[in-house]
Every structure is written in C-alpha cells, then in structure tokens.
C-alpha cells in the first residue's frame, strides 16, 4: 500500500512542480535578397589579414601590434578565461563531491559526583555526496555555461575586429593629414612668392598696395593651416597610441597615401552576413545560453534528489586512533521538493524567460545593424568613387587654370585678384581631392569590419 502511495503520489508532486512552457518571440528578422549597391570587380574574398590589402608594411605592423597590447582585448581574453573556468565549475556537479573531516575535541565536565572529568575525542571522516541529475538541471547548467563561453569568444573576435579596424582607420586618416599638411606646406611656399612678387611690383611702381595686403593677407591664411594640421596630426597619433596599448610618441609610416592599393573586397549575399561576422555569432550563442538558464530555472521547480555517504573512525586519543579505532559509517539519500516558496521560484524561471527574450531582440538588432553598415560601407565606396572622379577632373582644371592665371599676371596682361582667385580655387580643389581619397580608403575598412573582416566560426 505504501509503495502504491509513493507511485501515486510522484506525478503528482511533479505535474504541481511543473510550469508551462514559455514560447519564444516570433522572429521578425527578414534576409534581403542582394545588396542595393554593387560593386564593380568585387569579386576578391575577405582574408583574415585582410588590412594588408593596402600594400603597406607599416599598417601590418601597427595592426599586429594593436591586435597583442590593445587593452581592450586584454580584458576580452581574460573574460574568457573566466568563462572557461565557469564550464569546470558547472561541470564539477557531474561527479561526486568528497570532503575530508577530522574533528579533535577536549572537553571537562561535571560528573555525577561533582568531580570534574575531561575527555578527548577524535573523529574523522571521508564523505561523499552526489546529485542525481533525473531532471537534467545540472546539464543545462554546463549547457548555459558552454553558450556563455561560446558566446564570450565570438565576443572576442568580434573586438578583435574592431581594433583592428580603428587601428587602420586611424592610420589611413593619419596618412591624409600627412597629404594635407604636406599640401599646405608646399601652397605655403607658393604664397610666399607670390607675395614676394606682389610686394616687389609694390615697390617698382607696377602695382598697388592692395594686391600686396591682398597676397600678404592669403599668406597668413595659408600659414595658418599648418600648424592647425600639425595639431591633428599629434591628436591622431596619440588615438593611435592608444589602440596599439603604447606610450604617446610618434608613429612610423610606410607608403603615403597616393600610393595606396585600393582594395576590392566581395560583399557576396545577405544570406553569408549572418555566419561572417562575430558579433552575430556572440548575439546567437547569448540566446542559446538564455534558453539553457532558462531550462534551469524550471528544474529548480522540479524535486532533486542526493545521496550522501560518509566512512570514518573514532576514539578518545591519538594512540586509540591508530590502535583500535571505532569505526563509523552512514549511508542516505534526500529528496528536496519545493511546496512553497510564495512563487520566488516561478518569478525566476519567467525572469530566465525574459532574458531569453530579450537576447532574442538583441540578436535581431545585430543582424538588422549587420545589414545596414554593410549596405552603408558599399554606397560609401560608389559615391566616394564617383565622387573623387569629379574631384580628380576639377583638380586639373584647377591646376591649369592657376598655370594660365600666373602667366597672365607674371606678364601684365591681369591684375594679381585673378591669379590669387585661382590660387584658392586649386587649393580647394586639391585638399578636397586628398579628403575624398582619405574617406575612400576608410570606406573599404567599413566595408571590411562590416562583413566581418574574414571571421570565420569555430567548427
């Protein structure tokens, strides 16, 4: 009859531990077909080095660099360390814990007659205890733990990527600046024999004190945007610093930025994003990680049951200990079911629901962003493309246009107005034409970081 009860009884206390399951979220995240932009002999696949697409040494070294001192990284390889230990530890609960105890005691009490009596013990003893995982919260518990790790990896990578795309964005900006100042230089230098010439007419006779102010006045201007652009420059190095994990000071460069390759990497389909780019994998181990803690928090709903054993000796001294020790022994076993707990436990398996959720929105942010920057970095590169064609053209007809206004002032066939409007007109038309370079090259490094800059997962 008792046993009859017991059969009874079991499903019972589990369908009343029991919860209903808590469905995830429909998914909303829709795979465009192909990229609304296109690019023209993109055919090349994303290395994983793929910075070294741009033909510089320097670049390689510095992103080499950032990749083993960067200080964000440093902290993203101990983090993982830490998750990696948390698979051991959830693992442990697998095996049987043994625990060694030995517990001496003397004590002095009254006797029966009032006389006082000491006494000494000494009791030691292995124990033994394991859980039965009937329920498989202890498997989900290292299945959370593996996600968490897998997770915490592909976070990772996927900071890798970022130094290492702001390692190359930062050089790449910091090649334009050397262009621009070298550009302002050299337009200084043109400013000064202008304004030497002006002056020099000035004083002969053959022009007036307005062309000199003028030529004098567009020489300060010019000089100005040298030291301005020396400034950027430290600024920019120092950003590098920073990334590479190194003290302030001055960064080695290799090929100027004219003499850049320009890379063509393949965007491929939409589709091929979603297992190329780390964070992406991050955001999808988090939700498998989610849905085991949830598992977890419904078995904490459900009865667990130990069995504990324990072997060890007794006796009142050292010398009885070794000699004739009184052996002592307990074998047993707990079952462990909640009745009540005024709903913490169920509070806390929907908590777990939540956060199953709310990784499930996360991750279709990611994707969403994902395809975004991706289509972002490919109409970058065609307009800037497009752009710098245009810009190339003005550029020249800026240049000729200044040769042919110099040549007509030089010889007294225009006044010095003309020659300095042309002036300007080229210099805006080369330090536009640098600028556009500059952003070209760090489109194809957004482009880079957006496809995931060559990441594949782990098998």
């Known amino acids: 009859m008792k046993r009859r009860l017991v059969v009874l009884a079991a499903p019972?206390?589990?369908?009343?531990?029991?919860?209903?399951?808590?469905?995830?979220?429909?998914?909303?995240?829709?795979v465009p077909v192909a990229w609304r932009t296109t690019l023209p002999g993109a055919n090349a696949s994303v290395e994983r080095d793929w910075w070294r697409a741009f033909g510089d040494p320097a670049l390689d070294a510095l992103v080499q660099q950032a990749q083993a001192n960067n200080g964000d990284l440093k902290i993203a390889r101990a983090r993982l360390q830490e998750y990696q230990a948390r698979i051991r530890v959830a693992d442990s609960a697998r095996l049987p814990a043994l625990n060694l105890s030995l517990a001496p005691t003397r004590a002095r009490a009254i006797g029966p007659q009032g006389t006082p009596i000491e006494s000494t013990s000494l009791v030691g003893a292995v124990q033994a205890s394991y859980e039965l995982d009937l329920f498989g919260r202890v498997a989900n518990t290292v299945e959370a733990a593996r996600f968490e790790a897998l997770s915490q990896e592909a976070a990772l990578e996927a900071a890798a990527l970022a130094v290492a795309a702001n390692t190359a964005s930062g050089y790449l900006n910091l090649l334009g600046l050397d262009a621009q100042l070298a550009l302002a230089k050299a337009t200084l230098a043109s400013r000064e024999r202008s304004y030497n010439l002006a002056r020099h007419q000035f004083e002969v006779g053959y022009s007036s004190r307005l062309e000199m102010s003028q030529a004098e006045a567009e020489l300060h201007a010019t000089a100005g945007t040298v030291p301005q652009l020396e400034r950027q420059v430290a600024q920019q190095e120092q950003a590098l610093n920073l990334l590479l994990g190194a003290s302030p000071g001055a960064i080695a460069r290799g090929t100027d930025l004219l003499s850049l390759r320009e890379p063509t990497p393949g965007a491929g389909l939409p589709s091929e994003l979603l297992r190329r780019r780390p964070d992406i994998a991050q955001a999808e181990q988090a939700i498998a990680a989610a849905d085991a803690s949830l598992a977890v928090a419904r078995d904490a709903l459900l009865p667990s049951i130990r069995l504990t054993a324990s072997l060890g000796a007794g006796a009142g001294g050292i010398s009885q200990l070794l000699r004739s020790p009184t052996e002592l022994w307990s074998i047993g076993g707990s079952v462990l079911a909640p009745l009540f707990d005024a709903g913490r436990l169920r509070a806390q398996a929907e908590i777990a629901g939540t956060v199953r959720d709310r990784a499930i929105y996360g991750y279709e942010t990611v994707v969403r962003t994902a395809f975004a920057e991706t289509e972002n970095a490919l109409a970058s590169i065609d307009g800037l493309q497009r752009q710098l064609v245009e810009a190339e053209a003005r550029r020249a007809a800026a240049g000729e246009v200044l040769r042919v206004a110099h040549n007509r002032y030089t010889n007294g066939y225009a006044s010095y107005l003309e020659e300095l409007d042309a002036?300007?007109?080229?210099?805006?038309?080369?330090?536009?034409?640098?600028?556009?370079r500059t952003s070209l090259l760090a489109a194809h490094v957004d482009l880079y970081r957006a496809l995931g800059g060559g990441w594949t997962p782990a098998p």
């Not at 029991?18 to 998914?27: K, N, W």
């Open 12 to 30: 019972l206390l589990l369908a009343a531990c029991a919860m209903a399951p808590q469905p995830a979220p429909p998914s909303s995240v829709t």
């Open 423 to 436: 002036q300007r007109t080229a210099f805006s038309a080369d330090l536009a034409a640098l600028q556009l």
